[in-house]
Nanobody, 117 residues
Framework: QVQLVESGGGLVQAGGSLRLSCAASGVTLSSYVMGWFRQAPGKEREFVAR??????SYADSVKGRFTISRDNRKNNVYLQMNNLKPEDTAVYYC????????????WGQGTQVTVSS
């Protein structure tokens, strides 16, 4: 059974940093495209970052501030978030999909990130 568990969320002041972690079980992350998404209150879930064998990509809103990485030995994926802004406040979700699929088929339960001004 595949399970993704996020951690590392919390309350931080604008300009601060947080590092989110996603621990995977039941799946070998190195074989999957792994992504981070977020959903703010009253808004649709949106793409934040993605990492695969060829590299990483980011939403324009976080480019230069966030960095996605993976540790295949630990089967973890991370999202380093720097220079956080109040508009980054959201529930952040880790997700995974098999290369070639259009939709992510594995999702974590989410972790809350709140950035105060």
């Amino acid at each position: 059974q595949v399970q993704l568990v996020e951690s590392g969320g919390g309350l931080v002041q604008a300009g601060g940093s947080l590092r989110l972690s996603c621990a995977a079980s039941g799946v070998t992350l190195s074989s999957y495209v792994m992504g981070w998404f977020r959903q703010a209150p009253g808004k649709e879930r949106e793409f934040v970052a993605r990492i695969m064998w060829s590299g990483a990509s980011y939403a324009d809103s976080v480019k230069g501030r966030f960095t996605i990485s993976r540790d295949n030995r630990k089967n973890n994926v991370y999202l380093q978030m720097n220079n956080l802004k109040p508009e980054d406040t959201a529930v952040y979700y880790c997700a995974g999909k098999t290369l070639g699929l259009s939709d992510y088929n594995y999702w974590g339960q989410g972790t809350q990130v709140t950035v105060s001004s």
